[in-house]
Each structure stands twice: as C-alpha cells, then as structure tokens.
C-alpha cells in the first residue's frame, strides 16, 4: 500500500468532474487499498478520488468511532435525499484547518458499486449522510467552500496559498 498526495484547494485540479469507473481490476483495488490508507493516516472520514488527482468516480469512507468499517463507493449516484435537511459543521482534508457550516440532507440513500463491481444501495444518516454528500460533491469538482460567502471563500483562497508558500 501507498500513501498518496492530497490535493489542496485552490488547486483547479479539485474541480474536475470525475468519469465512471468502467474496470473493476487489480489496479482499482489496489488504488482503493491505497485511498482508504491515505484516508486513515489523514484522520479522515471519506475521501474522493479526485482529491488524490484520480479524476474517477470512486469514494471510500469510514465514519465509525473504531475505525474499522470502511465502505466503497464506486460510481456512486444519490437516489433519494430525506426533506428534512440541518446546517452542520464540515471540514476538508483538501481545505486543512478551515470548518464552516453547509446545509445538507439529514438522509440519503445511495447506489453504488464495491470494488469488486457488485451494486447495492445503502442508506445513511447522520455524518455518513453528510460525508457522502460531500464526497459525492468532490466528483463533481465542487468543493465544500463554495457553498460559503464570496468574502469567506476569498479569505480561505489567501490563507491556504499563504500556507502553501511558507511550505514550499
Ligand atoms: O472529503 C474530505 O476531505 C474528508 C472530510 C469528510 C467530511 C467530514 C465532515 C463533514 C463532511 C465531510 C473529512 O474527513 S474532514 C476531517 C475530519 O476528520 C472530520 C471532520 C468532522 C467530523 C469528523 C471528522
Ligand atoms: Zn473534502
């Protein structure tokens, strides 16, 4: 397994729209195995493939507190959003240190492909529901600051090129 590179915003890689996956092989297991890692070592609870620069319709997530049930998403598409919908806190590993409010259903059912090329449909509440929402976003190139005010996402663009510059 392998660690990948995170993209990090205002990267215009992060906004390409993410093709089907028409191969389920070794070589998308083995980018599943590596995602999931990645994912892992971030502290994170989803990740898209976009955001490791794989511009294919691919999410793995795990929200559970043991960390120990990881879930594939491959192809995924969102049959059915709940009405009601809540206003919570999210964050991005692509955005580091920046958490802001974004209002989502509170349920989603979704169809999708494991790695092994079997469909089913799960539903998911809670922080699930959210992160499939926002990793779903990801493979449309969006990403979650642009559901924020021109002048909060203006001032995250200057921080996190600042940040990248003091890196470099
Ligand atoms: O896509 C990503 O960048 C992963 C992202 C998923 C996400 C978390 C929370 C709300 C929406 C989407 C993260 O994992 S952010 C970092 C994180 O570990 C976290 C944040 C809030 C709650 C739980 C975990
Ligand atoms: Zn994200």
Redesign the pocket.
């Known amino acids: 397994m392998a660690l990948l590179n995170?993209l990090c915003y205002p990267d215009s890689r992060l906004h390409k729209v993410a093709t089907p996956v028409t191969t389920f092989d070794e070589k998308l297991r083995k980018l599943v195995a590596d995602m999931l890692e990645t994912?892992y070592e971030?502290?994170?609870?989803?990740?898209?493939a976009t955001?490791v620069d794989v511009h294919q319709r691919l999410v793995v997530l795990d929200?559970s507190e043991e960390r120990n049930q990881a879930t594939v998403l491959v192809n995924p598409e969102i049959t059915w959003y709940s009405e009601e919908r809540v206003k919570?806190?999210?964050?991005?590993?692509?955005?580091p240190g920046i958490?802001d409010g974004?209002e989502r259903a509170v349920a989603v059912k979704v169809k999708a492909a494991d790695e092994h090329g079997q469909v089913r449909e799960l539903e998911a509440e809670g922080?699930m529901a959210?992160?499939v929402q926002?990793?779903m976003d990801?493979l449309m190139g969006k990403v979650?600051v642009e559901y924020l005010s021109p002048l909060k996402r203006n001032r995250i663009k200057t921080k996190m090129l600042k940040a990248q510059k003091e890196d470099a």
């Open positions: 995170i994912m971030a502290q994170g609870v989803g990740l898209a955001q929200t919570g806190e999210e964050g991005c590993l692509s955005v958490y974004v922080l959210v992160c926002h990793e990801h979650f």
